[in-house]
């Protein structure tokens, strides 16, 4: 009976006609002898749910590495975390290899001497290397006050360097602005949380003040930045583009796409009667004042959509090195009987000059060496970016000027 039970997944009713092709004999052949082979010779007897979720598993991971299975108790746990402890840093599977993309300011990883594209190799003395994803995030989870132990490569050396850290309860900040010299305005988004535009208009209108209505640039910083929420990333980028203006096209086989998403005010608040965030922001400041962005490798999907938009509406220079290359859609597709999610990739973006940055990242306006990472105090990125806004180009001057303790 068992064996049945697990031979009809291949085999269950529809699933040839919603396939482009039946499946081929010889592969229902190699998967009938392969449960056949575990049920009868492995070491132990595998209950159904293991066999049954591994397969599942693996024909999602077989499409592409964004795409998953998450069971019941793990897609629990990421809407209810039960332990809230957490280092503070961002990571992603590149090519099986789990790299950081940002350790949070003032984190414990931040503090502890975590960087920007070291490889985890090692959580607690087990190899990590090849685990899925939500595997990873749930070893660096923990009870607040407990500590992890944490191995990681760094670019260039050859020896594995061993953190010892402890998890606390922690928040990166989403926004952070300041007045540079020249009356240039500097904000930094390290994502696109479901408040970022909110906090976004704030550090304009904060800065707008601090300039007495007289800002004569802006820098809006995306490094390290890996998206979020898609209607929030058509938001940012709607706050410095005209109505209607093209943001992205979606591309893909579900009954919402292909869409083309603009600077429309309903395609980023949810309600007809949801307030403008951008209420009270300065339009000079949104639409008219030169714009620079700064993106890095670990500038991803939603970032990218909003560094995209910039450039190819010609309302802002794009400076740094090529982005991290996420143009997909991600959707939670819940399976019936409350037996966990498909995480699928459902829709790929493109600019609105349609080109796909998938897989190959967007190329900067001003591509600058080493963007990835900074030497001492010094930001090369920010310096280059700041040459290309009008009140800086001739100026020789200091750029960041001392703040009051």
Same mark, same amino acid.
């Given at each position: 009976?068992?064996?049945?039970? #697990? ?14 092709? &039946? ?25 159904? *749910? ?27 746990? #990421? ?17 099986? =290899?789990?790299?950081? #993309? ?14 920007? @594209? ?21 070893? =660096? +989870?923990?009870?607040? @006050? %407990? !500590? ?39 904000? +930094? =988004?390290? !994502?696109?949380? &479901? ?17 007495? %209505?007289?800002?004569r640039g802006l820098v809006l910083d995306l490094r390290g930045n890996t998206g979020g929420l898609l209607p929030v990333s058509i938001g940012i980028a709607a706050a410095f583009l005209p109505t209607d203006a093209p943001i992205a096209e979606l591309r893909g086989r579900s009954k919402d796409v292909p869409m083309s998403l603009t600077a429309k005010k ?27 962005? #700064?993106?890095? @490798? ?9 560094? @995209? ?20 859609? *991600? ?23 349609? !080109? ?21 105090? !010094? ?6 970016? $700041?040459? *290309?806004?009008?009140? $800086? ?9 001392? +703040?009051?303790?």
């Amino acid at each position: 009976m068992t064996r049945t039970i #697990l031979v009809a997944i291949a085999l269950l009713p529809g699933f040839a006609e919603a396939a482009a092709d &039946p499946p081929p004999t010889d592969m229902t052949r190699i998967f009938n002898e392969s449960v056949a082979r575990i049920r009868t010779d492995y070491v132990d007897v595998p209950s159904d *749910q293991k066999l049954i979720g591994g397969c599942v598993s693996g024909m999602v991971a077989a499409l592409d590495r964004y795409s998953s299975y998450i069971d019941k108790e793990k897609y629990d746990n #990421l809407l209810n975390p039960k332990q809230t402890g957490v280092i503070g840093i961002e990571v992603r599977d590149r090519d099986g =290899l789990i790299e950081v #993309l940002t350790p949070f300011e003032g984190s414990a990883a931040a503090r502890g001497g975590i960087l920007a @594209g070291d490889v985890i190799v090692r959580i607690d003395a087990k190899p990590v290397t090849g685990l899925p994803l939500d595997e990873i995030i749930r070893l =660096l +989870r923990g009870d607040k @006050g %407990s !500590r992890i132990k944490i191995a990681i490569v760094r670019e260039g050396e050859a020896k594995a360097r061993e953190f010892d850290l402890e998890r606390e309860a922690y928040s990166p900040p989403i926004a952070d602005g300041r007045l540079l010299a020249g009356n240039i305005a500097y904000v +930094r =988004l390290a !994502r696109f949380s &479901p408040d970022a535009m909110t906090l976004l208009a704030d550090q304009l209108k904060k800065l707008d003040k601090e300039a007495g %209505s007289n800002v004569r640039g802006l820098v809006l910083d995306l490094r390290g930045n890996t998206g979020g929420l898609l209607p929030v990333s058509i938001g940012i980028a709607a706050a410095f583009l005209p109505t209607d203006a093209p943001i992205a096209e979606l591309r893909g086989r579900s009954k919402d796409v292909p869409m083309s998403l603009t600077a429309k005010k309903s395609n980023y608040v949810r309600g007809a009667f949801a307030p403008n965030p951008y209420e009270g922001v300065s339009e000079q400041v949104r639409q008219s004042v030169p714009l620079v962005v #700064l993106v890095n @490798g670990y500038t991803s999907s939603g970032a990218e959509i909003v560094a @995209g938009a910039l450039q190819d509406n010609k309302r802002a220079i794009v400076v740094g090195s090529n982005t991290a290359g996420i143009g997909t859609i *991600q959707t939670l597709l819940p399976l019936g009987g409350n037996d966990g999610v498909l995480k699928l990739t459902t829709a790929r973006y493109l600019t609105p000059k349609l !080109r796909s940055f998938d897989g190959k990242g967007l190329v900067p306006d001003i591509v600058v060496e080493g963007a990835d990472r900074r030497t001492g105090e !010094r930001d090369a990125v920010l310096e280059r970016a $700041l040459q *290309q806004l009008p009140p $800086l180009k001739a100026a020789q001057t200091d750029l960041f000027p001392r +703040r009051e303790q």
